[in-house]
């Protein structure tokens, strides 16, 4: 299989137990966090190889970090060693990554303060066959927005097939620019597209004609995602795929868009949920992970729903699923 290059924010992700008197106790679990490095460590597991670059102190934590990443096959050669500090996001374990009850310390970290002509892209970039991305990391400073087109510039020009994951944190996007006014000139170099309904309206301005899933059926939301779909092709005519993804109470699934049509994910029960971080993170490995099997368009978006379904049921932010067990929870 291709290489795949994950870029973005490593994150010290500290998770208390819900309700518990962590403070009091001295115990505060945490676990490596990032959206990207999420996607990075779930196709390592699947034996898919992956580079991860990032940017951190040079420290003896980060040395640590880039031990443990090395373990798990991730080529960490690109990390980019500049700043003082890593960030940090504090989440009660089982919470949702939108809600009020997310603490995000990113301010000044090493990644936010990254600036054009720091990483070699023609470099690092030679030998892959993959570029994976997320508007979070557009999210924090202007200088890493820059980064990021920069790098989304030499992965297009390189011919590299690129994935970008329409991330919305609503705390994030602070530094005087909305995602609006940074969303679509990033998008345009797009192959692979990824969201939802209300994540492609507040970034790339295509109006969902369902202002909320509350009440609404799988086919009242499947109907909206094929009319986003369609306009979204028109603005970014280079996606050949489209996903998004709908969690509802009780219930789970994907929808597809490739070539002029759409596909439709299982509707998978959803009972006792553990944790909710990193479940999109875990659909977007899969869905890269089945283009590159050159799945048909119904079991790609198959094999992510249900790998993003199997990580609602894990601890942590990264998947430990095997592809057997993905494969079982289709079957």
Not at 222 to 240: D, R
Request: with cysteine.
């Amino acid at each position: 299989m291709d290489k795949v290059f994950c870029f973005g924010e490593i994150l010290l992700h500290y998770s208390p137990k819900v309700n518990s008197d962590f403070i009091a106790n001295q115990n505060m679990p945490f676990c490596l966090g990032g959206a990207e490095l999420n996607v990075a460590t779930a196709l390592a597991n699947w034996e898919v190889p992956v580079a991860y670059c990032t940017a951190m102190p040079d420290n003896f934590l980060s040395k640590a970090i880039i031990t443990n990443l090395s373990s798990k096959h991730i080529d960490t050669s690109a990390i980019n060693f500049s700043g003082n500090r890593m960030g940090v996001f504090y989440l009660a374990q089982g919470m949702d990554m939108k809600n009020a009850a997310v603490v995000f310390d990113r301010a000044n970290s090493s990644f936010a303060n990254l600036q054009k002509g720091m990483i070699d892209w023609e470099k690092q970039l030679q030998g892959i066959g993959w570029f994976h991305i997320t508007a979070i990391s557009a999210s924090l400073t202007t200088s890493a927005t820059e980064v990021c087109l920069e790098a989304l510039k030499a992965a297009s020009a390189m011919g590299i097939p690129i994935s970008i994951d329409l991330n919305y944190r609503p705390k994030l996007w602070q530094y005087g620019k909305t995602p609006l006014e940074v969303m679509p000139e990033l998008v345009q170099y797009a192959n692979v597209i990824m969201g939802n309904l209300w994540a492609v309206e507040k970034m790339l301005g295509v109006q969902s004609t369902i202002k909320e899933s509350a009440g609404c059926s799988a086919e009242q939301l499947n109907n909206a995602a094929k009319e986003s779909m369609k306009e979204l092709s028109v603005l970014y005519p280079k996606a050949q795929h489209i996903a998004y993804t709908f969690r509802l109470a009780d219930e789970y699934h994907g929808v597809l868009k490739q070539e002029d049509q759409c596909y439709i994910s299982q509707l998978h029960t959803l009972d006792n949920i553990i944790n909710i971080v990193g479940s999109g993170d875990c659909f977007m490995a899969g869905l890269i992970f089945a283009i590159q099997q050159n799945k048909t368009p119904q079991d790609k978006i198959n094999f992510a729903a249900a790998a993003g379904v199997g990580k609602l049921y894990e601890l942590g932010d990264a998947t430990h699923q095997t592809i057997e067990q993905i494969k079982k929870r289709i079957s």
